[in-house]
């Protein structure tokens, strides 16, 4: 639902006043903070479990949607947009660790069928909510919107924890040898920070949040990297989509459609990548979903309503492929025990590419009155994307690797 703020777009700026950058914020605010949320939610999953911080997110992303029906000018509803992309965030990597939890062997295939939803949700609500703005006004569909959302809860409800395989197994001290002890004591001189109390809460957040992964995985460092390049190009793609329609002369419903054609090539995509997973290299899918985003988004330079529904179609196309792959190569970069939290890293670099993609695009817009730019830059960076992936054989081969770290407290 929130990738479709863009049938909203002229709602909001007509009600509000604001320029296309102020506009364009509210659909970044809710994405950007949807990242944030996930490593919010991986941290909440760690602590509490999967199902609790799935639940603690459907409450939130209420909460936002009924204040944001309730705002009374374009900062209330900035501050709305907030607690509804924490929500989501929040409900979200939880729901991504529960599957690679239960999933190995099929795990491309499960990653296919449980994203399908996105692109479902993309299809379908699209048109649904030009249907609530036309029938209720923007506050109504928001309020049926958030109604809508509570789901989430229903859904987190479900999460069934894994039941633990093995039992922890503690040695008492004076049955440890002197070497054993000897050794530890080192380590914690070695990993310990010094008495500074400011290194002292870097080091426990920088443990809390693993940022450590890092420096151990070169690749997971580039794939964050490349992932906050792509998703520039992706939020700023759906939210201008729609009014790049209207800016020369299609109407509103059949502007919003151009959502839904995204989301029926991300439908088919999901389900269809994770069968193919299982034959095609995960990276080899990724770099061609990568060129294939920047080729069509081209496409919409041009001012022909067909021309747009194929762009829309293929764009989501790659975008569903490259969704269900990215998960795959983050828990090989980094491993299932760590998954969690390179969810919550990858989100962070993310967010800040959604927090900053479509205002800086709404700026463009506002400046140079074009959206041939404006496309032409959002392609320029999804390129990018792809030829930062190449270097990852040379990367696999200077990393370190991924360990585990010493926590020390007693320092």
């Not at 048109?127 to 789901?151: E, K, S």
């Not at 190569?329 to 025990?337: L, N, P």
Request: charged share 10%; hydrophobic share 45%.
């Amino acid at each position: 639902m929130m990738r479709c703020t863009g049938v909203l777009f002229s709602s909001f700026q007509n009600e509000f006043q604001s320029t296309s950058a102020q506009t364009g914020a509210i659909s970044s605010i809710i994405s950007s903070f949807s990242f944030y949320g996930c490593t919010l939610g991986g941290i909440l999953g760690n602590r509490f479990g999967c199902r609790i911080a799935t639940m603690i997110g459907g409450v939130l992303s209420i909460v936002g949607m009924v204040g944001g029906a309730l705002a009374k000018n374009i900062y209330h509803m900035y501050a709305t947009s907030t607690v509804i992309g924490i929500g989501n965030g929040v409900a979200y990597a939880p729901a991504i660790v529960v599957v690679a939890n239960y999933y190995d062997k099929r795990y491309p295939l499960a990653c296919g069928f449980m994203s399908a939803g996105h692109g479902l949700g993309l299809t379908v609500f699209g048109p649904f909510i030009q249907l609530l703005v036309d029938t209720y006004g923007w506050r109504g569909a928001l309020l049926v919107t958030g109604a809508l959302i509570g789901n989430i809860c229903a859904a987190g409800a479900t999460f069934r924890p894994k039941p633990p395989t093995c039992k922890k197994e503690t040695v008492p001290a004076d049955e440890q040898s002197e070497e054993e002890l000897s050794a530890r004591q080192d380590v914690s001189r070695k990993s310990a920070p010094r008495r500074n109390p400011m290194m002292r809460v870097f080091y426990r957040v920088s443990n809390v949040l693993r940022l450590y992964l890092l420096c151990q995985s070169y690749r997971f460092a580039m794939f964050c990297f490349a992932q906050a390049a792509y998703i520039f190009c992706y939020g700023s793609y759906l939210l201008y989509i729609v009014p790049r329609a209207n800016s020369f002369g299609i109407e509103d419903q059949r502007a919003a459609f151009l959502l839904t054609a995204f989301g029926i090539g991300s439908l088919v995509a999901r389900p269809l990548c994770g069968l193919l997973n299982q034959k095609v290299s995960s990276m080899v899918i990724y770099q061609a979903s990568m060129l294939t985003s920047g080729c069509f988004v081209l496409l919409a330079l041009l001012d022909a309503y067909p021309y747009l529904v194929v762009s829309a179609v293929m764009v989501g196309l790659a975008f569903g492929f490259e969704i269900t792959v990215n998960r795959v190569m983050m828990r090989e970069f980094v491993g299932v025990e760590n998954f969690g939290s390179a969810i919550g890293l990858y989100s962070a670099f993310g967010g800040v590419a959604d927090l900053t993609g479509p205002i800086a695009a709404g700026a463009l817009y506002d400046v140079s009155g074009s959206f041939s730019l404006l496309f032409g830059i959002l392609a320029v960076f999804s390129f990018v994307a792809s030829l930062a992936m190449l270097s990852t054989p040379l990367l696999k081969k200077m990393e370190p690797g991924v360990y585990s770290q010493v926590v020390v407290d007693n320092v």
